[in-house]
T-cell receptor
Framework: DAGVIQSPRHEVTEMGQEVTLRCKPI?????LFWYRQTMMRGLELLIYFNNNVPIDDSGMPEDRFSAKMPNASFSTLKIQPSEPRDSAVYFC?????????????FGPGTRLTVL | GESVGLHLPTLSVQEGDNSIINCAYS??????FIWYKQESGKGPQFIID?????DKRQGQRVTVLLNKTVKHLSLQIAATQPGDSAVYFC??????????FGAGTRLFVKA
């Protein structure tokens, strides 16, 4: 398995533009997570899905952020309009609920810079 | 509120020595704890986990200790190698999958 795939790896955009980040989880995993990582706030959980259904979106900063999971193999995180303070590395992770552990497998991340 | 914090933001050790990374958590209801390793330019990678009904768990060169009395978690790395240089995060779950990560500790291994 190729692991969690994220695209793009780097995104530079101007304030006010729409940004869409993409994620392909590991095949068979039924949980998908979106995280944001910054120096100031560390690694923050934004939202997670179970079987394509959003379970907890309490970490989504504001209405400018939205996430969808139309099927088991694809998810998007959209920011519209983007602002400079959204600059961060965004990680997608997936997991298979198990008895032993809840290990999350992280993708390589998307580094977003909003100018 | 719920939080996971680290005592030491950076740790520098000599190659071959043992490393100990500490973590404090505040939510007594947390029942599952994980250590992740993050190398530069990569996403966090699972190292080892422990459930609240245990106080020690060992893996390959790593040991996690859990002290629920003082809400403290530690990661011990034996015979630290240059490849262990990374940022280490502790994380906690309070039932379910909502994971709260600590601030992270950067480990430097001197050759």
């Amino acid at each position: 398995d190729a692991g969690v795939i994220q695209s793009p790896r780097h995104e530079v955009t101007e304030m006010g533009q729409e940004v869409t980040l993409r994620c392909k989880p590991i095949s068979g995993h039924d949980y998908l997570f979106w995280y944001r990582q910054t120096m100031m706030r560390g690694l923050e959980l934004l939202i997670y899905f179970n079987n394509n259904v959003p379970i907890d979106d309490s970490g989504m900063p504001e209405d400018r952020f939205s996430a969808k999971m139309p099927n088991a193999s694809f998810s998007t995180l959209k920011i519209q309009p983007s602002e400079p303070r959204d600059s961060a590395v965004y990680f997608c992770a997936s997991s298979l609920r198990g008895v032993v552990n809840n290990e999350q497998f992280f993708g390589p991340g998307t580094r977003l810079t909003v100018l | 509120g719920e939080s996971v914090g680290l005592h030491l933001p950076t740790l520098s050790v000599q190659e071959g020595d043992n490393s100990i990374i500490n973590c404090a958590y505040s939510n007594s209801a947390s029942d599952y704890f994980i250590w992740y390793k993050q190398e530069s330019g990569k996403g966090p990678q699972f190292i080892i986990d422990i459930r609240s009904n245990m106080d020690k768990r060992q893996g390959q060169r790593v040991t996690v200790l859990l002290n629920k009395t003082v809400k403290h978690l530690s990661l011990q790395i034996a015979a630290t190698q240059p490849g262990d240089s990374a940022v280490y995060f502790c994380a906690e779950n309070t039932g379910g999958f909502k994971t709260i990560f600590g601030a992270g500790t950067r480990l430097f291994v001197k050759a």
